[in-house]
């Protein structure tokens, strides 16, 4: 019986790997008929983008000024950019983009914005303004001001030709204006896929790739543009100097001196046996292109040229760094990050794991993570059911409570800070009089309101992030399921500080898939991926770092990086070599947050250490004389601000444990005492 068993397991088995071929046979007619018909109706002969592009920009022309009207939401596209207005926090700015059906790519070159107070969008348009394009970089310009936007792709409607953009364009917040800036001498090359992020008065860009119909080649090289000289620099490194792999997709954020780079995506070259062995024969080799995650960690340190030698390049030195602690897993293609407080905001990505025949089954996700720079450690941020309003907080605001002594802390404040202008001592501040300017409360729209969703957006990868006010908004993105892709048609906002919900701005239903469910499903397989061929092989991988992770492989261990540090006036606590724990936010002696206190409340309540702190730093500068009281004022609430976001994250940790132990909102004795009320009452 067993071994009829056997013989039946055995036909069972042979029948499955018949059904396989057949359909892979299948798969392979029906991808060599799709290619002839696409062979006979291709527009990569037929269609010349230069003539494509020139009409665009007659089109263009006709335009005789800047307009704006409104609009509705914007339709599907991905690999747009949206970034929030440095004019005005009630604004965010959409531009270009692509959306492809499975058939044909569109291309936009659609400048919209989103009137955050009124819920209202805006399309603008304009004589004088990029053309349609993807994949393209934008950024604020720091101390110059106005959004800055280089580069992007172009192609024909079926993807047969690509072209590249290397136009430098400025974009004015309040005008709407765009000019193209003609900068003097070399620029960079034409690109897509880069990031650009700012630096004092400098822009700097780095990364991305150039796609031709054969090969994608990925770039490594930086720029640095003066905004005041109008001069793009090409830093030219020592040959044996550290710096990071060519990549795309990565993450690039501001620093205090210069920028800092996570992760990104590229192809590396590989070396994989070719066959199985046989015998009396010597197993060959090939090289492939295989997909890479990169997860290491760059420090960008720029030094600015001396005074009397302005137009000098500035002085740049790339520093390798640990990988930061507690990050995202698995690593994630994809995933999309914004700056925000000295923190990186990141959501969703995608991680692909191969199935020997079958094809690519992909894991896709909705978390949001923050990442803290200065520690270089990740956090997980979780939705918060909103807490109801206690009649105990109620009664407090109908009596002043903290809020009065939160005003008697700003006017004691500013006294002081009067009494320092005045070149007086602090001890006779109690007896001046401090006049404050009259300042015009302007009567804020609300905003219309909308629902709270406590589930998060759907899992996808490539979403366009930007923070306004303390708003995450997250745009767009793309999911794919088998051999369809699907671009989202919404937008949701997110408080960071309350973490509340996400909230709707607008959500469309899915178009259809244009494209065949079997569409060139194993395209790849043919020249740089053969699934069969690289199961039976072992892989090497050439010229990679422990801090690269292969879509097909498990993650790689860390090996300690040897690089020694600059000695420089400013190292970065993110970028010392020690453990990542051992580094608190709540371990310094400035004043932190208490679990459940907002913001303002947290100011309120320690606004006298922080002026402590601001006045022994005038002190050592001297320059109260050059400060009015109101920016002396802003400068205190900075440094609480910044206080407070940088251990926001652990301070909630410590809110969800008191949850859970059944304490509410921890308010100390002294506070009490001033609200009224004795021991019965404490009862």
């Known amino acids: 019986m067993a071994k009829k068993d056997k013989k039946s397991k055995t036909a069972e088995q042979k029948a499955r790997v018949a059904a396989k071929q057949t359909k892979k046979a299948t798969q392979k007619e029906k991808k060599a008929k799709s290619k002839g018909r696409e062979g006979d109706d291709s527009d990569a002969e037929d269609v010349d983008l230069d003539t494509v592009l020139a009409e665009y920009a007659k089109q263009q022309a006709q335009y005789l000024k800047v307009t704006e009207v409104s609009c509705e939401p914007p339709s599907p596209r991905s690999s747009s950019t949206v970034i929030g207005s440095p004019s005005n926090d009630n604004e965010l700015f959409l531009f270009g983009g692509e959306y492809y059906n499975g058939a044909l790519a569109t291309f936009y070159n659609h400048l919209l914005i989103y009137l955050i107070d009124r819920d209202e969008w805006r399309l603008v348009t304009s004589p004088n303004s990029p053309l349609p394009r993807s994949g393209h970089a934008w950024c604020r310009g720091g101390n110059a001001g106005g959004i800055y936007l280089f580069g992007g792709e172009f192609s024909s409607p079926k993807q047969g030709t690509f072209y590249h953009y290397n136009d430098f364009w400025r974009l004015d917040p309040s005008t709407r204006e765009w000019n193209r800036l003609e900068s003097k001498g070399k620029g960079p090359p034409a690109r897509s896929g880069h990031r650009m992020v700012y630096y004092k008065n400098y822009i700097l860009l780095f990364g991305g790739f150039q796609d031709t119909s054969q090969q994608t080649k990925y770039l490594q090289d930086l720029w640095i543009y003066d905004c005041q000289t109008f001069v793009w620099h090409n830093p030219v490194l020592p040959p044996a100097t550290q710096k990071p792999d060519a990549r795309s997709s990565f993450s690039f954020l501001p620093h205090e001196s210069g920028a800092v780079i996570y992760g990104g995506y590229s192809r590396v070259k590989a070396t994989v046996m070719a066959g199985k062995q046989t015998k009396g024969a010597s197993q060959g080799t090939r090289t492939v292109l295989k997909p890479v995650i990169h997860q290491d960690t760059w420090f960008l340190r720029v030094l600015p040229p001396p005074m009397d030698n302005l137009e000098a390049s500035p002085t740049v030195r790339w520093e390798r760094r640990k990988r930061p602690a507690n990050p995202p897993n698995p690593a994630r293609a994809g995933a999309t990050m914004a700056y925000h407080k000295g923190r990186g905001i990141l959501f969703g990505g995608v991680h692909d794991i191969e199935e020997s025949e079958e094809g690519i089954e992909s894991e896709f996700f909705n978390a949001l993570f923050a990442w803290n720079i200065d520690r270089n450690r990740y956090f997980q941020l979780t939705l918060r059911r909103p807490k109801g309003t206690g009649k105990k907080q109620v009664a407090l605001d109908r009596s002043g409570g903290r809020r009065g002594k939160g005003k008697a802390d700003e006017e004691e404040l500013l006294r002081n800070l009067a009494a320092l202008e005045s070149k007086g001592s602090i001890l006779d501040a109690d007896d001046m009089d401090v006049v404050k300017a009259a300042e015009e409360e ?242």
């Not at 303390?470 to 919404?490: A, H, N, P, S, W």
């Not at 936010?585 to 606004?607: G, N, Y």
């Not at 205190?636 to 976001?645: I, N, Q, R, T, V």
């Open 442 to 683: 302007e009567a804020l729209p609300t905003s219309p309101g909308k629902a709270l969703t406590m589930e998060m957006p759907h899992p996808r990868f490539n979403a366009q992030l930007a923070v306004q006010d303390d708003v995450l908004y997250i745009f767009g993105g793309t999911f794919e399921k088998g051999d369809r892709e699907y671009t989202f048609d919404e937008m949701w906002a997110i408080d960071l500080g309350k973490l509340d919900g996400v909230k709707e701005i607008y959500k469309r239903d899915l178009e259809n898939w244009e494209g065949s469910d079997a569409e060139e499903s194993e395209e790849e397989d043919g020249e740089d991926f053969e699934e069969d061929d690289e199961a039976d092989g072992d892989t090497r991988m050439g010229g990679t770092s422990p801090d690269h992770q292969s879509l097909s492989e498990p993650e790689v261990a860390e090996v300690q990086d040897t690089t020694p540090d600059f000695n420089t006036d400013f190292i970065a606590s993110a970028f010392v070599e020690t453990e990542p724990d051992a580094d608190s936010s709540l371990s310094d002696s400035r004043p932190h947050p208490r679990p459940f206190e907002h913001l303002r409340d947290f100011f309120a309540r320690t606004s006298n250490a922080w002026q402590g702190i601001l006045l022994e730093e005038i002190k050592k500068t001297d320059s109260a004389a050059s400060r009015s009281i109101k920016e002396l004022r802003k400068q205190a609430f900075d440094l609480a601000e910044g206080k407070w976001w940088d251990c926001r994250e652990e301070i909630r940790a410590l809110e969800d444990e008191q949850e859970e132990a059944g304490i509410g909102e921890v308010v100390s004795l002294a506070d009490k005492s001033n609200e009224g009320g004795g021991a019965g009452r404490r009862r």
